[in-house]
């Protein structure tokens, strides 16, 4: 069993730049394959970056490629999503998932066994 809580959300102008935090529990998260999903009121969940367990490699939609980083502390048991050059349609709740050992960084959300809470993320024009 893997607990998540995301943390680091807010409300920022467009153009500015939030870190998000999900910080593990329970096990360590060196296993999993991490991934950041946002969801806006009255639209699907959407992937929004990746990074795979075994080698760190990392995946991103166009709507936030070159915006968004994506990084994982082993140590501190901790997965970032950096944010930067923000738009207003970034707008949304922010998630991290996780599953273990995942053969690919999965674009999905039902293929995640384990999932955080949630934060808000607010970009304003």
């Known amino acids: 069993q893997v607990l998540l809580v995301e943390s680091g959300g807010g409300l920022v102008q467009a153009g500015g730049s939030l870190r998000l935090s999900c910080a593990a529990s329970g096990r360590t998260i060196e296993s999993y394959t991490v991934a950041w999903f946002r969801q806006a009121p009255g639209k699907e969940r959407e992937f929004v970056s990746g990074?795979?367990?075994?080698?760190?490699?990392?995946y991103y939609p166009d709507s936030v490629k070159g915006r968004f980083t994506i990084s994982r502390d082993n140590a501190k048991n901790t997965v970032y999503l950096q944010m930067n050059s923000l738009k207003p349609e970034d707008t949304a709740a922010y998630y991290c998932a996780a599953e273990w050992r995942s053969s690919y960084i999965e674009v999905v959300p039902k293929i995640y066994e384990y999932w955080g809470q949630g934060t808000q993320v607010t970009v304003s024009s």
């Open positions: 990074i795979h367990w075994s080698d760190d490699s990392t």
